[in-house]
Nanobody
Framework: QVQLVESGGGLVQAGCSLRLSCAASGRTFWRYAMAWFRQTPENERDFVAALRWNDGSTYYADSVKGRFTISRDSAKNTVYLQMNSLKPEDTAVYYC????????????????????WGQGTQVTVSS
């Protein structure tokens, strides 16, 4: 059974940085896609970033492109989301997700693609 555990959320001021971590266990993730989504009380769960574990290819929502970076550490089975230049509109609960591939690019950005989800970590950005 795949388990995903997020950490690293918190309260920061606008313009600051945070790094989220997603520790994955229960599988060999070579064929998996990993992603970050975020959700506010007003909105559905929105795509943030995705990564194909085998080749490290990455994909980003337009709203975070150039500010956020998704990466992986295969030795630690951990996926990271480095978030720079944070804005108040980045405030949300951030979820890590995983699914065994292959996937099209569209599938990578779609929440219903992913079978496994973490519990979420709160990120709050004050103005």
């Amino acid at each position: 059974q795949v388990q995903l555990v997020e950490s690293g959320g918190g309260l920061v001021q606008a313009g600051c940085s945070l790094r989220l971590s997603c520790a994955a266990s229960g599988r060999t993730f070579w064929r998996y896609a990993m992603a970050w989504f975020r959700q506010t009380p007003e909105n559905e769960r929105d795509f943030v970033a995705a990564l194909r574990w085998n080749d490290g290819s990455t994909y980003y929502a337009d709203s975070v492109k150039g500010r956020f970076t998704i990466s992986r550490d295969s030795a630690k089975n951990t996926v990271y989301l480095q978030m720079n230049s944070l804005k108040p509109e980045d405030t949300a609960v951030y979820y890590c997700a995983a699914d065994r591939g292959p996937h099209t690019t569209v599938q990578l950005t779609t929440g219903s693609t992913y079978d496994y989800w973490g519990q979420g970590t709160q990120v709050t950005v004050s103005s």
